[in-house]
C-alpha cells in the first residue's frame, strides 16, 4: 500500500471542515450522498473509495433489474410470512420503478425483457410446486406490479398476471436441457456501467466530492468529529460519517452480521444472430445469465464452493468459471462457437437475513450495508433511508 504525507494544499482543499464522509462509492454510497445533498443543499459531502471505481459489487454485477423468482417466494414463505415477503417484494419493485423514474431508461440502459426461471427435468417438484401457487401470488402482487394485458408469442394473451408459464418459448432462446420457463413479466436488465456513470454524474453536479483510491482503515469517533484514519498513513475529520462498504463492512464494523459472498463473472463476444432475450435464473438462482446486446453474461455458481467464496478478495475461481463455462457451451448455446472475451469477480455482502442493514452505529456513524443480490433495486431507496438517519444525528 502506498504510504505518503498530506500537504497542506491538499488538506485544505479537499479534506478540511466536511460535514459527512461516505465511505463507499457504490450505489448505496453515491445515492446517499445525492439525497443528502438535495435535502440540505450547503452540506460539505466527500463520498470516497478504495479503489479508483467502486470495486466491490456496484459496477461488477450482472444487471438484472429483479424483484423475486416464483421458487425465491415459495422457498421464503417457509420461514417468514406472506406479509412480510410481500413488503419485501413490493421495497425492491417500488425501488425499480423509482430509480427509473429518477434517471430515466435511456440513462439506465434498461430493457423491459422480462426474467425466467429456468427449470430443469430433475426440477420438477420444484415446478409443480411453483405452478400450483402462481395463481394467488399473481393476485397478491397484481396491485403492486399493475401489468397491463399485452398478447403473448404465438397468440398468447397475458392477461395481469406477474408470473406466467412461458415453456413455449424455450425453442427460441436456444437453450437445451430445460423443461419449463416461467416468466415474471415485471423484471428487466440495464446496463450496470451507464446507471453508475448517471449515479456519479448526479452526485459531481450537485458539487459533491468523489474520490477514488482512499481505504478507510480505522474510525474514531471523537466528540464532536469522526476520525477516519487512511491506509496510507494519514487522517482528516467529519462531522459524521456514513459507512456503505456492503460485503467489506466487516473490516471496519467487524460486529455487524454481514459476510462477504463472492460471484465469479463471464461474458462472450458479440453472437450474431443471437435469440436469448431477457434475464434467466437457474440452478435456484445460484446461476444467472442474460443478453448484453449480442452478448450473453453468465455468473455466479458460488454454491459450488461456499466456504472458498466466502470471501472480499476480488480474484477468480477457476473451478467455478470452468463450470460456469461448461453450462454455457451445454445448456445457454449449445453446439455454437463461443469465445469468452472477459471474466471478472465482485463481492455481494450477505448474511442470515434478506433485509440490508440500515443503523446509526455511534453518535456520528450510520451503516448501509448487506444489500445481498438485489441492491440493484433497493440500493436507491437505501441510500436515501440512510441519508435520512444522517441527517437526524
Ligand atoms: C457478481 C455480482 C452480480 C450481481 N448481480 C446483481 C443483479 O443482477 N441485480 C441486483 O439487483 N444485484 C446484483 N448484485 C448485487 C448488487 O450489485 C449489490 O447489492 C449492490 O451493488 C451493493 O451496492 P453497495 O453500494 O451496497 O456496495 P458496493 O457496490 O460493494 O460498494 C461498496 C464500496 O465500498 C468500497 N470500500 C470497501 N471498503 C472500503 C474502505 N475500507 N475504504 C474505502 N472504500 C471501501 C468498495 O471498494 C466498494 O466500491 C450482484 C453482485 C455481484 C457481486
Redesign the pocket.
Known amino acids: 500500500m502506498l504510504r505518503y504525507e498530506l500537504s497542506h494544499w491538499e488538506w485544505e482543499s479537499f479534506f478540511s471542515h466536511l460535514d459527512v464522509v461516505v465511505?463507499?462509492?457504490?450505489?448505496?454510497?453515491?445515492s446517499a450522498a445525492i439525497h443528502l445533498k438535495e435535502q440540505a443543499p450547503t452540506l460539505s459531502i466527500l463520498v470516497?473509495?478504495?479503489?479508483p471505481?467502486?470495486?466491490?459489487?456496484?459496477?461488477?454485477?450482472?444487471?438484472?433489474?429483479?424483484f423475486g423468482s416464483l421458487s425465491e417466494l415459495l422457498d421464503d414463505a417457509r420461514h417468514s410470512s406472506r406479509e412480510d415477503i410481500l413488503a419485501l417484494v413490493a421495497l425492491r419493485y417500488q425501488g425499480l420503478q423509482r430509480l427509473r423514474q429518477r434517471y430515466g431508461d435511456q440513462a439506465l440502459g434498461y430493457e423491459a425483457l422480462g426474467g425466467y426461471e429456468v427449470f430443469r427435468t430433475s426440477e420438477a417438484a420444484t415446478y409443480q410446486a411453483c405452478r400450483a401457487a402462481m395463481d394467488q401470488w399473481n393476485a397478491d402482487l397484481q396491485e403492486l406490479t399493475q401489468l397491463q394485458p399485452t398478447a403473448g408469442p404465438h397468440g398468447l394473451k397475458y392477461g395481469t398476471a406477474t408470473f406466467v408459464a412461458a415453456d413455449e418459448r424455450i425453442p427460441q432462446t436456444g437453450m437445451q436441457g430445460v423443461a419449463h420457463l416461467l416468466l415474471n413479466r415485471a423484471e428487466g436488465q440495464l446496463h450496470?456501467g451507464k446507471l453508475m456513470h448517471t449515479l456519479l454524474a448526479r452526485a459531481q453536479a450537485l458539487g459533491i466530492r468523489c474520490l477514488g483510491g482512499?481505504?478507510?482503515?480505522n474510525m474514531q469517533e471523537n466528540g464532536a468529529q469522526v476520525v477516519l484514519e487512511t491506509?496510507a498513513g494519514w487522517e482528516f475529520a467529519a462531522a459524521r460519517v456514513l459507512v456503505?462498504?456492503?460485503?467489506?463492512a466487516p473490516?471496519?464494523l467487524p460486529t455487524l452480521p454481514v459476510q462477504p459472498?463472492?460471484?465469479?463473472?463471464l461474458i462472450t463476444t458479440p453472437l450474431p444472430g443471437l435469440t436469448l432475450r431477457g434475464?434467466f435464473h437457474y440452478d435456484k438462482g445460484y446461476v444467472?445469465f442474460r443478453n448484453v446486446g449480442d452478448r450473453v453474461l453468465i455468473?455466479?455458481a458460488r454454491n459450488l464452493d461456499l466456504a472458498g467464496e466466502t470471501t472480499d478478495e476480488l480474484v477468480s475461481h477457476p473451478a467455478i468459471r470452468k463450470h460456469l463455462e461448461h453450462l454455457l457451451r451445454t445448456v445457454v448455446l449449445p453446439n455454437q462457437d463461443v469465445t469468452i472475451e472477459r471474466a471478472w469477480?465482485?463481492?455481494?455482502?450477505v448474511g442470515k437475513h434478506k433485509k440490508p442493514i440500515i443503523e446509526t452505529v455511534g453518535q456520528r456513524t450510520v451503516a448501509?450495508?448487506r444489500?445481498?443480490?438485489?441492491?440493484?433495486?433497493?440500493?436507491t431507496q437505501?441510500?436515501e433511508q440512510a441519508a435520512e438517519l444522517v441527517l437526524q444525528l
Open positions: 465511505v463507499g462509492s457504490g450505489i448505496v454510497g453515491l470516497l473509495d478504495r479503489g471505481l467502486p470495486i466491490g459489487a456496484s459496477t461488477r454485477n450482472a444487471g438484472f433489474a429483479c450496470t482512499i481505504t478507510i482503515k491506509a456503505t462498504t456492503n460485503g467489506f473490516h471496519l459472498a463472492r460471484n465469479q463473472v434475464c444467472y455468473g455466479g469477480s465482485g463481492i455481494m455482502g448501509a450495508v444489500l445481498g443480490g438485489m441492491g440493484v433495486a433497493i440500493g437505501v441510500g
